[in-house]
RNA sequence: GGGAGCAUAGCUCAGCUGGUUUAGAGCAUCUGCCUUACAAGCAGAGGGUCCGCGGUUCGAACCCGUGUGCUCCCA
């Protein structure tokens, strides 16, 4: 079979995804083996891949495919988000496109438009994720507003409803003027903008006409005056004092208003005196509560001004804020115009400026539902990793407000209230049954009258019960499937939706399972590009996903992804690692190839296993570097765990064992040290497997005939390793890099063969290893000595000496300036060493080891100043 | 304004219990190699005021204080 010359991913990966698809390997059913579960974080169903969904999806794979190799039942459940806002907001692109306004439609319409559009562009983002190689179990796809799961969230509301967790009331709310839908604080997000502070002055009541006196106040907001029911100032500021209990009259419209003192008022900011809005501002609502002011709503949903602004009826918000000084400016109201930064929040969705608003809504009281999630996470029962999110969500939770779930949209899970004309209302599962609770209050009620709340709920008010959900733990309680699969294991998510997200699922758990929903979150970092900027759409920084798995395969895409992602760090993504992923690929595909052609090269040279110095050094890095995986895979640390992998395939079997094996020019190949070889190459496959799972399962086959396939392949119990064969090997590999250094120095070419000559006190540890020495630092012989050889180089590693003897005349100049150099390197060495043993306190303090050490090396030094001074008295 | 975190080589990061480190890795850089698996490669090398200052300690990248700069979350 002849292998290409580099490794081509594509028709490989499309092979083997479909190969494990028809096996049904990711077909998880409820057995006697432990299972392994994770829910996917689903995708807005209107998603499309980008890099967060590659980082969190592949970690994920990762996790489940290693589980999947140690014997779990893993199950992987995938699906998708109904993302109430996001979708609505495509849904009502789209339609503009085509002429049709939302306000046009019923709401039948719009949601056969939008169900219409959700299948035929909804999930892209789950076959993206089959081109990424996810192991999900496709059979178990799940949507956020499929039947049961509607069922579900309605009789949540329902429950919690009835438990008075669930409440309706008018209160301040986020306003997003273009989607007239409330936001919750989350969905705000607050930008330092350029505005203007509007001083104006406001006519005191003096009741006199000839005596004129002015209140000046100062305000970003100017078109908002219509609203104000007062004038605040602070109780101790002695500019306002004699004003206290007055009153003052609203420019334009001339409200009177009153003047009242109280300590939220800043003394030092503008005037010292605001204007108090009550419907507009949060801070001016509280005042209002507590001086009992008139609420003025001069707003329409749209953030044009309402009848109740008198003047500039139906004129947008901000074209009343340019319209309204000039007029201020004639009635001669205005004092002074500055520029003023300061911070305005915008809507996430739709960029809009946020109003402040009062809008009845439904809420959920937090305080008592979230009293177990809390502890749930600070003792423990559930782990964070890393763990210094444990005090953001402590800080946050102790700190939780109520929960607005009511939003104004059409997409999305209806509110199962149900009101009569005259607003009395009652919550249920069904129009039935509100019929019936209606009845009960009033038997001439007709099932005509009933009109269901417009509103739908917040998307995570459905999210929050997807780990168990998923399962139909909710609609099925205690079915098998979720006896077996929940709690799950291991959430991978981000740290931006804790408390969205995460944190609510904590407490959907505990209520509605009476158990954790996962035992340990993951949270990745965020994916940022080069420099440093976080991806989005509107940066066009974020790249073309499936451009990249084409041109680099999805392994590499993995790879380069995994490689760069350290444990809670945020990701800073650069192409170039991703070329790391395929030069890595392309390696193991080298490999391959010399296997390959070893394979045809077979003989029975009866090579005792047992006692070659690579077979046995091999095994043991192998083993090695398997435990090491094994806790850095428990402590989520993926990317070091991926590192050491890497150097293991390259530097030691690659670069060392291979090369140590490898038989002479056109010399046959040991048969047991070849089959030996063989399965050490598909222990690496499998190791890396979870990481890489194509090309791995691609080389598994081509090493040798499989009766199994790498992806179920069980991991092996790990052996202890040997501590002498690594230390060996290591020594080894020290001699051959400074006796290559020592050939390079001296500009011996690669292909000149030297005599090389060993010193050693301790001869025997090189017998197993002197003829790989001898050919990786091409020597034609190797012979030990008791005597430094004149006219050599010198090379000293530890206790022994090294002479390099060759034809070639060598440059004394050369020898000695690197002797000398290293002399002073070990001399100052010594000294720094030498003084901290002469130091009586340290000698008493530390610990006897620590002494005992310093004490070994002190001796190394002093050894290696000797040999290479008696090698510099050799060159003279 | 409140909270959390970060600062180590050109870049991205390890460094877990203060002492196997006059600080390590990968990438990038430089030098030499078309060596019959691989130039997407091989063999080597250079590169650091561990952000500044002060303290604790026999000993500090690590602990404490302080200053500076940056990031994120919340208001």
Redesign the pocket.
């Known amino acids: 079979m002849e292998l290409s ?3 081509i991913p594509t028709d490989v990966e499309t092979k083997w995804y479909a190969h494990w698809i028809e096996k049904g390997y990711f077909n998880s059913k409820p057995d006697d083996r432990d299972p392994y579960t994770i829910v996917i974080p689903p995708p807005n169903v209107t998603g499309v891949l980008h890099m967060g969904h590659c980082l969190n999806n592949s970690i994920q794979d990762i996790l489940v495919r290693r589980a999947r190799m140690m014997g779990k039942n893993a199950c992987w459940v995938p699906g998708t988000d109904h993302a109430s806002i996001a979708t609505e907001a495509k849904v009502v692109a789209m339609l503009r496109e085509r002429g049709i306004a939302k306000s046009s439609l019923s709401r039948d319409e719009f949601l056969s438009y939008a169900w219409e559009w959700k299948e035929k562009y909804g999930g892209i983002i789950l076959q993206q994720l089959r081109k990424l190689g996810c192991s999900l179990d496709w059979d178990r796809t799940s949507f956020t507003m499929d039947p049961d799961y509607y069922q579900s969230v309605v009789k949540v509301f329902n429950d919690l409803y009835a438990k008075g967790h669930i409440y309706r009331g008018k209160r301040m709310i986020n306003w997003d003027v273009r989607a007239k839908t409330a936001l919750s ?2 969905e ?1 997000i ?1 930008k330092e903008v350029q505005s203007k502070l509007y001083y104006i002055r406001y006519r005191i009541d003096t009741g006199s006409e000839s005596h004129q006196e002015y209140i000046t106040i100062a305000t970003v907001r100017p078109e908002t005056i219509m609203g104000d029911t007062a004038i605040c100032v602070n109780p101790i500021d002695e500019r306002f004092k004699h004003l206290h209990g007055k009153f003052a009259f609203v420019p334009l419209i001339n409200r009177r208003i009153p003047i009242i003192p109280d300590e939220y008022v800043e003394i030092d900011f503008g005037t010292g005196a605001l204007k108090v809005t009550p419907a507009h501002d949060i801070n001016d609502y509280q005042l209002g509560q507590k001086y009992q002011l008139e609420i003025i709503d001069t707003m329409n949903d749209d953030g044009t001004m309402s009848e109740a602004s008198q003047i500039f009826i139906g004129e947008d918000r901000f074209d009343v804020r340019k319209k309204i000084i000039p007029e201020l400016e004639s009635a001669g109201n205005l004092v002074k115009i500055e520029e003023y930064t300061n ?1 305005v929040g915008f809507s996430e969705r739709t960029d809009a400026v946020v109003e402040s608003r009062l809008s009845l809504q439904w809420w959920v009281s937090m305080k008592a539902i979230s009293e177990p999630a809390l502890k749930a996470v600070m003792d423990e029962e559930i782990n964070f990793h890393p763990s ?1 999110f444990k ?2 969500y402590r ?2 939770m102790e700190n939780i407000k109520d929960w607005c779930i009511s939003r104004q949209l059409w997409w999305g899970h209806r509110i199962p209230a149900y009101y009569l004309e005259d607003g009395s209302f009652v919550v249920a599962h069904s129009l039935e049954e509100a019929f019936e609770k209606f009845k009960i209050q009033n038997s001439k009620v007709q099932i005509e009258d009933i009109k269901q709340d417009e509103d739908c709920l917040d998307t995570w008010f459905s999210s929050w019960l997807w780990p168990f959900e998923v399962f139909k733990g909710l609609s099925e309680p205690g079915n098998a499937e979720v006896k077996y699969y929940y709690p799950t294991n291991t959430l991978v998510t981000a ?2 939706i804790i ?1 969205f997200w995460v944190a609510r699922m904590i407490m959907a758990g505990y209520e509605y399972q009476g158990e954790k929903p996962f035992s340990d979150v993951y949270f990745t970092g965020i994916v940022r590009d080069k420099q ?1 900027r ?1 991806m989005s759409k509107s940066l066009g920084n974020s790249p073309d996903l499936l451009g990249l798995i084409d041109q680099y395969g999805a392994d590499a895409v993995r790879f380069g992804i995994m ?2 992602s ?2 809670g ?2 990701l ?1 993504f650069d192409e ?1 690692s991703l070329e ?1 992923g ?2 890595f ?3 193991l595909w ?2 391959l ?2 296997l390959k ?1 070893w394979e045809a090269r077979q003989a029975d040279l009866s090579t005792d296993l047992k006692n070659d110095f690579a077979i046995n050094w091999f095994e043991n890095r192998l083993h090695t570097v398997k435990a090491e995986v094994e806790v850095l895979m428990q402590q989520f640390r993926l990317s ?1 765990a991926l ?1 050491i992998i890497y ?1 293991l395939v ?2 030691d079997f ?2 060392w064992y ?2 140590w094996i490898k038989p002479g ?2 010399k046959p190949m040991d048969k047991a040290v070849y089959q030996r070889t063989v399965t050490y190459f598909e222990e690496l496959m499998q190791l890396l497997h979870p990481f890489v799972p194509f090309i791995t399962e691609e080389i598994y086959h081509l090493l040798d005939e499989q009766s199994d396939d790498l992806c179920m392949k069980q991991n092996q119990p790990i052996k202890v390793a040997n501590e002498s064969i690594t230390a060996a090997g290591e020594l080894l590999k020290n001699v ?2 400074a006796l ?2 020592a050939r ?1 120095k001296n500009q011996l070419k ?1 292909k000149e063969t030297i005599k090389l000559h060993i010193q050693s006190e301790n001869i025997s540890s090189y017998q197993d290893i002197e003829k790989i020495l001898a050919k990786q630092v091409n020597a034609e012989e190797t012979k030990f000595t008791t005597e430094p050889i004149a006219n050599s180089i010198v090379v000293a590693i530890e206790k022994d000496k090294f002479f390099i003897e060759t034809e070639k005349v060598l440059d004394a100049t050369t020898l000695k300036a690197e002797l000398l150099k290293d002399l002073e ?2 001399t ?2 010594l000294q ?1 060493v030498s003084l ?1 043993l002469s ?1 009586e ?2 000698v008493q ?3 006897p080891e ?1 002494v005992d ?1 310093e004490r070994k090396k002190q001796a190394d030094a002093e050894a290696r100043i000797k040999t290479i001074e008696e090698s510099l008295g050799n060159l003279n």
Do not use: T
């Open positions: 010359k580099n490794y604080d989350e705000v607050y911070q210094k005090n953001l800080h946050w740290p931006e408390f440093g976080k490689i760069a350290p444990a760090n945020d800073l170039s790391q395929r030069n690929n392309n390696k080298n490999a190839k010399l052609m070091e590192k150097s390259w530097d690659c670069s291979l090369e020019f056109e051959i890099s290559r250094d390079n690669p390197y070990q100052k060495f720094s901290k130091n306190r340290f303090n530390a610990k620590v050490f």
